[in-house]
Structures are given as C-alpha cells and as structure tokens.
C-alpha cells in the first residue's frame, strides 16, 4: 500500500483533527474570523469556519483559508482518528486548482513487525518466552560464583513443596548451560545471577525488538499533508467529521397572563441547546448550526494494513504416473475485456435551504447557489480533469468539488426528515469547554388545562401548546414560568410547525377524576344460516361515566384522556376534542368547586361462526336461548334438529349392536381357551361337546348381528346425507329485536 494516495471520498473527514493550525489570529494574539493568506512555501493556516453538530454524536467541521501556488497543508491527528481521516476527508480548491494527493505516515501492526525478527517473541513475553527463544545463544553467566561461558540450553521452572501443609508451593527457575568445555551446569536464577550475551547479532535483534515495543507507545500522532497545486492566489477549503457529544435542547415557556385563564393565550418560548467542545480545538468566530438528523455513520479500519491470509501448500512429492488421455475440446474465443475508466461516484447532500449539504439554499432555479457550508459533497473520479475558468464570476459548489479532483457527474438528493437550527451570530467555544446557546425565541398560543388518563390517576397540570413558528422542535426538556415564578418542567418530544401537543409539568391536587359508573352489554342483533354455517352478528356496548371533580377557587378545564381500542368506536354522546392514535381526548370545563358528569360510550360489533354439522341440539337450543331468537327461527331449524336426532339414533343402535358382537367375540375366546385347556383331562369329552354347541350358538348369533349392522350403517349413511343436504339447503336471514 502507497504511503501516499489520492482522497477522493465526499463523506466528510470524521475526526477532531489539528489543522496545522485550526485558528487565525492577528498580531495581538486575538482571534480573526478571516481567514488567513498563507506564503507560498510554507503549510496553510485554516482557521475553522463553521461547525455543524448532528443528534447521532458527529459533527461537520469546516476550514478555509487561502493558498497561493503550489502550497502544502498539513494535518495532525491521533491514530485513533485516522480511520475517519481516510473515510471522510474532503478537500477541494475553488479556484481551479488541482489536490494533487495526499500522504500520511503509515505503520505497519505490531505483530507484522514482531513476525519479521528473528526473535520469536510477542508483544507480552515472560521471562520463560525469553529463554526459549534465545536457546543456543553464547552467554556468560555470573553472580553465585566464577563467571563462566556457555550456550543456552534451556530454563525449566521446578515447583518446591513447602515444609508447612498451610504454606503455599513456590517456584524456582533454572538455567541450563553447557559450557565451553563440555560441562552441563544448571544455575537457579536468583537476583544475584546475571547473564549477559556475549552474541553481536543476538544482543542487536534484541535491541531492535525493545526499539518496537517503545516506538509503539509513540504512534498516536499522525501528520496528513494534502499538496494543493495551481497558480495565483486561490481559497481553500477543507472539511470533515468529528465525533462530538450529542447536542441538547432545553426549552423555557414564559407565561406573563393571567394565570387564572382558560381560554387560549400567549406565551413565550425560548429554546437553549448545550454544546461540549471535546474536539482538542478552539471554536473561534465559527458559524454554528445545529442539525436534528441521524445520517448514517461508520468507522471502518482503512488505516490499518490487512495482509490476506493465504493458504499453506504442502511440498508435492513425486508420485508415481500412469498414462492417461485427454478428451477434446472446441476452441472457444476469449472475449477482450474493456478497460475501466476510473472510479466514479454520487455525493449526497440537501435541497432544503438549511445548508445540510453542498448548493443547498433551497435554489431549484437556474440562479448561482451558495458556495460552502454543505454536509455531503461528491465523489469524483481519479483519472481525469478538467480546466476551469478562474474568471468566472460564480462557482457553483459540485463544479468546483469536481475540478479540485476530477471530472465527474455528481447528484444531490433531499433529506426531508432534517432539520436546523443555524445560528445567526458567530459562536466561540474554546476546547474542552461547554456553553450554552440560544436557538430560538417565538411566540405560541397555549391552553392552560389539566390532564387526567386512566393509565396515570393523578391529574397534571398541562399546557396545550400550538407550534405556531415556521421551525421544528427538537425534543428536550422544557421549564415553566408563571409570572416569574417556577411552575414545573417536563419533557416533550419533536413538535412539527402548526402540530399541537399537550405538554405536562406538575401535579394538580385540586382536581379529582373518579369512575362512578361501569359496564358493558352484548345483544345479538342478527342470525343467519348459509352453507350450513350460523353466524351471529352482535353488538356490544361500553359505558363508563366519569365524576370530575374540580376542587379549586378558579375555573379549570380538565382533559380526560380515554384509549382507543381497535374495533371500537364511541357511541353517541360527547365528542372528543382530539384523537391521538391511542386516545380519545374530551374536555370538560368546571367552575370552582363545581363536580361535571362525563359519560362515555363506545361501541362495537363482531361475528360468532357455528358450523351446524358439529353443533349438537343442545349446544343450538342454548345459543338461539341466549340470542332471544323467535319462533320462526326454531320452526327453520326443525328439520336439522330432527334429523341430527336421527343420526343420534342410528350411532347409539349401531354402538349397541357393535358392543354386543364384541361380547360374543370374547364370549368365543373364553370356550375356546377352555377347550384348549381339557386336552387330556377326563372331562374333555363332554365338556368338548358343551362348550361346541355353545360355540355355533353364538356364531349364528354373530352372522344375525353383522348383517343388522350393515343394515344400521347403510340408514346411518342416508340419515347424514339428508341432514347434510337439509343443512346445505337451509338459509335464514332473520334480524332480532
């Protein structure tokens, strides 16, 4: 991989990097908001120049300043940040210069590096793994005695019993040498035993491995310089992301009315936003928009080298061959493969006029769009380029994306779901410091009123509040006061323009909600009988009265909230106010001291199915009984129940005739055990003859009994083919009172 490569990616840099220096100041030391002119020769100075923050914890970040001729801008950054470096860095020169490249110093993994020593040690050896990987090394070994020389031959550990059962097992370490002279000697390394290697090569490639070890404690700082090439003097611009804390919303309603009112009036809305600084950076002068989307974003490791793992060949041995033929083939023509182009992409941005992302603006007509302050650019192709005129008056922002780097053919689509708050004033916000902005101040009708749901008994204090501004509240928490004093807070979720909310913040202890009256009542309002199916059609209907009361010295309008249940609908009566998609809202106006009624009733209907065939008489007497069904409706059903009494008929006889063949069968099986069991005996001869007669009793018996059954089965048969063709045939229709 080539130190150095061409960025070309419209995602934007993800990373608090230091520009070589991300600030401009003047002579006195006091912050510019222009950007600087650099010198020729020497790296550029771009202050950064507007911050965009997203709820998803990234941030847009935006440096511009001016270079003249063939100028270099460097950019620091940790290796923690590189990866965002490399998927998100966008660079782009307006003036018809050319991005030549960029390069940074790249490193190659630890383990990689390990692996290439010949010391076979990881990143975390013992003193074992040292031993083992330096066997057969040329050492002197000294301390305990006379130094002597000798190789390596290994380093056991030994485990020594304590004399004490309590005490633990210690460990000892030693070192097996040969020496010079042929001697073995094994040495327990103590702290007073020393060995030196007396190895060059060996003490070298040792060195070398702790040199690795150290240096990689040292790699979190990485230099990126981007060469931006061209004549005269020209503007610059560099942008990224960051990862930064979310952004959040804090909200103060003001209320200056009476607060005794419960008709509709003014208040004030003032919205705050907390932003953290944790970039590394200072924020001078910059414009600050804060922006209420999620785009996507990832981290994927391009910083890192990845080596493809290859498969391990074992070493072919020669095998002994046999002659063998090859059928033939046709000649096939191997198709020219054409070459490619170049890399090309689309760049994404926003049409909403809230400058989320390059020719923003909201100008969807020939006209110039405004240059900057774009989120997404594109991505252009590598391979070729195009001259542009540096005296045209306009430039529009994809045009000059695609000079900086390529010719290419970039779109912009619309990200409707985002939303912005883009500060009037320039915003400072030095690093690692927090501040808190305001976003908005505007004027909402509100209703002072009190909540009460069954899923939550105590009744709140709530404002019913219409977004009557033309921008959308992000979600946070809101505080109210009431003629100066604090009056609650709460939290409300993302309010849209002219979308009304009710937004809760204390208790109300002098209102009362209690259910004084429950129930519910099902009527069958219709029977009908096709196909040999019944169907009931009945409606069912849910009272529940309600006694608000409102114990305080002031009027109060009080909103019961009622939940929606799906295949209800309310009966006549009292109409809510506002449906929500899981609650009815009515509202109730009470005068001091005063108790209202609220009746509420909802409404729903719904079929019962009985397939005939499997209902038996009873079960249809008692459903037509519980249905309040006619005469008429029992005179239709007359023929079924009389013939499924029949089949009734018919299944109890052949239950009977079947039980009696089973009881002669084992009738025969007795005797003929008997029978078995006097061979031999003395009363065989006239018992056998008993137990005979029996036996061809009960065998004409059976024959008279199988052809009753089959008697019984063939009218069964009939008897179910004209109940089903009387329940086929049936059809009623009848409404009940």
Partial sequence: MRSTRLLCSTLLLSLPIALHAQTSTTSAGKPSAHPATTRPGINSQLPVTRVALYKNGVGFFEHSGRVTGNQSVTIDFTTAQLNDVLQTLTAIDLNGGRISGAGYNSTTPLDQQLRALPLALGEDPTAADLYAAIRGAHVEVSGSSAAFTGRILNMEIRTRTAPNENAPASEQRFLTVISDAGAVRSIELTPAIQVRLLDTSLHTDLNRYLELIAGNRSQGLRHLTLQDNGTGTRDLRVSYISE??????????????????????????????????????????VQLSLIAGSPQSFIQPLSQPIYARRPEIPIAQDAQLTPQTHESGDAIAIPQVAGVAGM?????????????????????????????GGVMGGIGSVNQSVAVDSAAPTIEYESAAA??????????????????????????????????VPILQAKLPVERVTLWSPSQPTPLRALWITNASN??????SFSIVEDGNFGGEGLLDPIHPNERRLLSYAADQAVRVTTDFSNNTQRVQRITVAKGVLREQTAEVSEVEYLVHNAAPEARTIIVEQPVRQGWKLDSGPQPAETTPTAYRFRVATQAN????????????????????????????????????????????????????????????????QAAIDQIVEDQKRLRDNLSALKGSAEERSLAKRYTEELNQQEDKLATLHKDLDALHQQHDTARQDLSNKIESLQIDEALN
Avoid: C
């Fill in 244 to 285: 930064v804390p979310i952004w959040k919303s804090t909200y103060r309603i003001l209320l200056t009315s009476d607060p005794r009112s419960t008709t509709s009036q003014a208040a004030t809305l003032q919205g705050w936003s907390v932003i953290d600084n944790t970039t590394g950076s200072d924020w001078l002068n």
């Fill in 344 to 372: 090309s992409g689309i760049g994404m941005g926003s049409g909403n006029g809230s400058g989320l992302g390059p020719g923003s603006g909201g100008n969807t007509g020939g006209g110039p769009r405004r240059i900057g």
């Fill in 403 to 436: 000079s900086s780097l390529a010719h290419n053919l970039t779109t912009t689509t619309a990200f409707d779901d985002f939303f912005e708050y883009k500060l009037a004033d320039l915003v400072t916000i030095r690093k690692n410091e927090s501040a808190l």
């Fill in 471 to 476: 921008l959308t509240l992000d979600r946070g």
């Fill in 594 to 657: 005063e108790t209202v009624r609220l009746h509420i009733g909802e409404r729903r209907t719904f079929n019962q199915v009985y397939r005939l065939v499997n209902t038996s008489d009873d079960q249809l007497t008692v459903i037509l009984r519980n249905a309040n069904a006619g005469p008429s409706v029992q005179q239709q059903l007359e023929p079924i129940f009389t013939a499924k009494r029949a089949v009734a008929d018919l299944d109890n006889q052949i239950k009977s005739k």
